[in-house]
Nanobody, 115 residues
Framework: QVQLVESGGGLAQPGGSLRLSCAPSGSIFRINSMGWHRQAPGKERELVAAITSGGRANYADSVKGRFTISRNSDTGTAYLRMDSLKPDDTAVYYC?????????WGQGTQVTVSS
């Protein structure tokens, strides 16, 4: 069974940067959209950014201008570049990939922003 493997989380200082990566463990037929969600303690999971197969991206208002989502369609890898990090960005970040028949989720990677 194909799984999504995330990496790149960790501890960053306010104003710092991190880059998350997400790659499938096997082949996924026709990945449509790729996205990153996050869930902070005591809060619901929210969409952070998503990108279509055509490269169109959309972002949550809270991260616009600071985060950049990208994808490598050849390898099926998704990336999230996070700049100007704030303590409010602290959360578990989850990768998501949608194919015509199934929605895939990663196991989550912790991002902590603290001085």
């Amino acid at each position: 069974q194909v799984q999504l493997v995330e990496s790149g989380g960790g501890l960053a200082q306010p104003g710092g940067s991190l880059r998350l990566s997400c790659a499938p463990s096997g082949s996924i037929f026709r990945i449509n959209s790729m996205g990153w969600h996050r869930q902070a303690p005591g809060k619901e999971r929210e969409l952070v950014a998503a990108i279509t197969s055509g490269g169109r991206a959309n972002y949550a208002d809270s991260v616009k201008g600071r985060f950049t989502i990208s994808r490598n369609s050849d390898t099926g890898t998704a990336y999230l570049r996070m700049d100007s990090l704030k303590p409010d960005d602290t959360a578990v970040y989850y990768c998501n990939m949608a194919s015509p028949n199934r929605n895939y989720w990663g196991q989550g990677t912790q991002v902590t922003v603290s001085s």
